[in-house]
């Protein structure tokens, strides 16, 4: 005759099962943690490289379309102190453009905003939230690579919560269009 056993589990194994299955939690717990502050923070990612991207293609604009010579794609000090070109040496606030179409320039105007659609859900409407971009700093390098090549390093610096970020976009300039 065969005879079952009734008993359970232990209260040593009940205790080592449920030490695994707290690290199990609180490790995800982490991952779930760490996934909501990258998701709170994408916005500000997004803005930061769109402005860098921005900042390089008005570069590119501005010597395609010859309404800057060569000699003025350069910062205004630079590396030598005394580059003579049309940007703004060091960070600078996110402003808009001035009438030259170029950003970190002297005739910059105000700081930039966006605008997203308020509470009806529709954009242009009275209740729109203007959201003025004064969290950002902007920095535009120019630097000589060689006689007719020049590297573009934009850096912009931003608050995500008390977190300070930086988002670098680096390309080169050639003085053929």
């Known amino acids: 005759m065969h005879r079952s056993s009734a008993s359970g589990f232990s209260l040593i194994e009940t205790i080592i099962a449920s030490g695994v299955l707290a690290v199990g939690m609180l490790g995800a717990a982490a991952v779930f943690s760490h996934g909501m502050q990258k998701v709170t923070s ?3 990612d997004l803005i930061a490289t769109q402005k860098a991207s921005e900042a390089i293609e008005s570069v590119f604009s501005a010597r395609d379309s010859h309404s800057l010579t060569w000699a003025q ?12 070109g049309v940007f703004l040496d060091g960070p600078k606030s996110l402003t808009t453009t ?4 170029l950003v970190n ?7 930039e905003t966006i605008t997203s659609p308020g509470p009806d859900q529709i954009y242009g409407t009275a209740d729109d939230i203007v959201i ?11 630097r000589d690579v060689e006689t007719d090549l020049r590297s573009i390093t934009v850096t912009i610096m931003y608050l995500v919560g008390a977190e300070s970020r ?6 080169y300039i050639s003085n053929y269009s």
């Open 42 to 44: 994408a916005p500000g």
């Open 132 to 142: 003025p971009l004064t969290q950002y700093n902007r920095e535009i390098k120019i």
């Open 105 to 111: 320039t002297a005739d910059d105007g105000p700081i």
């Open 166 to 171: 930086k988002y670098t976009l680096t390309t």
């Open 73 to 84: 794609l350069r910062n205004v000090n630079g590396a030598s102190g005394s580059d003579g």
């Open 98 to 101: 001035g009438p030259d179409g």
